[in-house]
């Protein structure tokens, strides 16, 4: 009879153990699957005592399981491990934003000249500050006065203004516009 009490025990250590390296070990979930067939071996022993300790023990599993998740995800992200995951801000530059790409976004609407002939690329000067910018389709001489139209990215999209066009007032960029007006 101390036996499978020993057993039980046994294998409810080894099934915690295997639970926790799988916390703090990338295994690929093999810690895992080894911590639940030692708590089925743990549960199967139980029942070699008496029907009725299984089922109480069966019970008491049942409940710790939830809590152990429970307390392994409040603790992963803090691992070594789960820090290597979950950047954060402060880890990854790349996660913080840019102040370049945020003082683009303020440009959006504003009117400038060409600097240099934009094919596809060029520079452009607004507000007195000179931008590296892509044209919207179609070439831009320098000199031109153009408009900004969108931001993509870390990119600014400028269209050049027709003689028609006021530089003082922006307008809606075409591709806002009601694609089936005439």
Known sequence: MLY???????FFCLAFIAAVLEVFLPSGGLFAVLAIALLITSVAFSFQISALVGSLYTLVVCLLIPIFIWAAL????????GRRILLTPEDDPALIPNEGEQSFKQLL??????????LLG?????????????SDAETIESGDPIRVIRIEGASIIVQKLTSTENTASPEV????????AI
Do not use: C, Q
């Open 4 to 10: 499978p009490i020993l057993w039980t025990f046994l």
């Open 74 to 81: 409040r603790i992963w992200p803090n691992t070594w491990i």
């Open 109 to 118: 609407g504003k009117h400038g000249i060409a600097r240099s002939k934009m």
């Open 122 to 134: 060029g520079v452009v000067e607004i507000e007195d500050n000179r931008y590296s910018a892509v």
């Open 173 to 180: 960029p075409p591709s806002l516009e009601d694609p089936f």
